[in-house]
Every structure is written in C-alpha cells, then in structure tokens.
C-alpha cells in the first residue's frame, strides 16, 4: 500500500470503530475521556481541563435498554447513546456533557442524571436567542460552570493546560479540516462518500493535536496527485448526519460522491471561523453564536436554503441531499424552508431518511434511482 492509501486507512478505519480508537487514544495520551453529546460544544474547556474529549454520536441499532427512558419515536441518536448509557458501555468516562440545543437533548439530559448516578452529566445551556449581548454573557458563565464542573474530577495525574494553548491545538485542528474539505471535490474518486464521512468522524475519538498530524500528512500526500475526474452524481450533503453505512454504501454505489455539506456532525463542527478580537474564551462563545444554519438554532431568517444554494453554485453540483434524521422534529420543520429556498434558485434537492438502525437498503435505491433518472 502506498503512503497517502495508508493515511487514508489509517483515519477511515478509526472513525468505523470508534471503540478501539478510543481505547488506543487513551492509550497514547494517557487522559481520562469525558463524553461529549451532540450537537455543538466548547470542546476547549475539556481539552484546557486535561481530559480527553470523546464524541456520543449513537452507532448501534438494538434498544432493549433505551425504552425505559426514550419514546420509540425519539431520535435514533439519542435512543443509541441512552442505550449505551444503561449497557454499562459509557463506564469509562469521568464525565458527560450534555448541551440543550433541542427538546429531545433537554430531557436525556435529565433522564441520564437519574439512569446514570455513578457518571457526573453536565448539563450545558446555550443560549436560544444567540444575537443579544446577554447570550455571550451567559455562554461565559457557563464557561466558568463547565470548568469547575471538570476541575472537580480531576485527579492527581490531570495536566491541565491553558485556555489559550487548548484554543490554538482545535483551531489548527478546525484549519486543517477547512483545507480537506476544499480539498476533496478534486479527488471524489479517492475520496468517496463513505470515506470522507469517516475520515471527519475519527476526529471525535482522537485527540486532536494528534489527529490534525495525521491529517496534515494526508493532505500533502493527496495534494501531490494529479487532479480527478469524476463521472458520477456530485451531491451538498445535509442534515444532523449521514452516519449509517448501509446509506454510504449505496451512495458510493450508485457513483455518488459528497462534495461539500452542512452537516451537524461534519463540517459544521469546524466550519464557523473564529472572532479576530477578543479573549479565547469570548472566541469560543462567539463560535457558538455564530453558527448558522443548523436546524436546531433560532435564525429568525433560515439562511441555511441560501447557504446550500452558495455552495452548490461554487462547486457546480447537481443537487443537495438533505439527510432528515427519522424522529427528528428540528429537521422536519426546516426541511420544507430549505426546499423552497432551493427551488426558488432552480436547484434540485433529494430527501432521505436517515436512521442508524436500516432494515433495507432497496427501497432507498429505488428512490435515489429515481430521483437521478427524472432530475439529471
Ligand atoms: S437535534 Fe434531532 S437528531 Fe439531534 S438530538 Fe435533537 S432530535 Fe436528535
């Protein structure tokens, strides 16, 4: 195998499995991990604390456990990770943050309090109205909250480090995966959906200094081949995730490959640029509330249609497929803002359903199939 096909394998596989992904990082950086739920969190403060931050993004499919605290009809992330939680597989962990940014959040918050006594949950708060000056002020007690919170569980062995030093490893971090998203539109036949999907998500089970390392050497490998064509459907991804495999399989088999998205789970998680002034702290509250375009965010003005339509218009795609998670109310009431915002600039959307548990794949097919048949 060739270097940059190694790089590749190396950040594919770790994000496939993140539980011995996890193990090695703990291994190699000898922290303790902290959970971190979804969507949006500080991060820093974790990482500033001398803990190892580790990403919950559900990945099983099998509730036995879950129903005693969630509804069927929650999301299957949060049915995922409540399952988790209740198996004993979340034992490892010093702590786990919770933020509030939806209803389903707000209430596993509380649940995983009374399910899981032995594990100290931080409930983060972010603030709804994010354009008044109190919301940065509240986001910096919080802060100051988080940071207590973690300083308490700290043992002799913690080396915290700070803020500062916290701020400047996620934001070279944040920089590199800027670079590799603009990146992989020139190598969509190396980078395949399911790969890039992959490669982003290994971040979440390793420590970033680390992690930027291995992708700054991809980068350099990937940049010294030659340019690619790609005869296939070039799509904007977009939704909370695309993280079902059977889902990245079939894209990759009907020739489909992810230029760019909106991902909650994906570049969104690195792609609001940092504020030029003020403290680290103040930094990261503004990167909170400068967010835009997530369903689960108050924007009185739903940019998000607009947003997708800039990027499909840069990168001359062919359409956006919008990833509506199943039982996932914030998505549902964005989906139709975003199809018309689409139409309105003459650009086609396919919407799928994403659900980590997936019975079958054919119906899918058929769908996606269609769509390509009647629209391209
Ligand atoms: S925003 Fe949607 S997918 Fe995310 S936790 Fe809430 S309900 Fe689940």
Not at 29 to 47: D, H, N, Q, R, W
Not at 67 to 82: K, T
Not at 240 to 255: A, G, N, R
């Amino acid at each position: 195998m060739d270097r940059l096909s190694t790089l590749i394998q190396d950040l594919y596989e770790a994000g496939r499995h993140p539980k011995s992904t996890i193990e090695a990082s703990l291994k190699y950086t000898g922290k303790s991990a902290v959970g971190c739920f979804p969507l949006f969190l500080p991060e820093e403060l974790i990482y500033a604390s001398g803990f190892l931050p580790i990403g919950l993004w559900g990945g099983i499919s099998g509730f036995q456990l879950a129903d005693r605290y969630l509804q069927s009809f929650a999301c299957s992330i949060m049915r995922a990770n409540m399952e988790l939680a209740l198996n004993g597989s979340y034992h490892f962990l010093k702590a786990i943050l919770v933020p509030s940014q939806c209803d389903t959040l707000k209430c596993v918050c509380e649940n995983l309090k009374v399910a899981l006594p032995a594990i100290p949950i931080i409930g983060v708060t972010i603030p709804n109205n994010r354009t008044i000056q109190a919301a940065h002020q509240q986001l910096l007690c919080e802060f100051d909250y988080i940071t207590e919170s973690l300083r308490k569980l700290q043992d002799p062995s913690a080396k915290p480090i700070p803020i500062e030093e916290a701020f400047e490893v996620y934001q070279k971090y944040r920089n590199c995966m800027m670079d590799f998203i603009t990146t992989v539109p020139r190598y969509l036949n190396t980078i395949t959906a399911k790969m890039r999907h992959y490669i982003i998500k290994a971040a979440f089970f390793m420590d970033k200094a680390d992690y930027t390392r291995k992708m700054e050497a991809l980068l350099i490998e990937l940049k010294k081949q030659p340019e690619e064509t790609f005869h296939g459907t070039r799509l904007i991804a977009t939704g909370i995730m695309i993280d079902s495999e059977p889902v990245l399989d079939l894209l990759t088999d009907l020739k489909i490959a992810v230029v760019d998205d909106l991902l909650c789970q994906e570049s969104m998680q690195f792609r609001t640029p940092p504020r030029e002034k003020g403290s680290v702290l103040s930094k990261i509250a503004y990167r909170l509330l400068d967010l835009q375009a997530a369903s689960v965010l108050y924007e009185p003005m739903k940019p998000r249609g607009n947003l997708l339509g800039d990027i499909v218009e840069t990168h001359h795609v062919d359409a956006v497929l919008f990833c509506l998670m199943k039982f996932c109310d914030p998505e549902a009431f964005d989906q139709p803002l975003v199809k018309k915002d689409l139409k309105d600039r003459g650009i086609k959307m396919l919407s799928i359903e994403i659900d980590q548990h997936v019975d079958s794949i054919e119906q899918l097919r058929t769908r996606i199939q269609g769509f390509l048949e009647m629209n391209l």
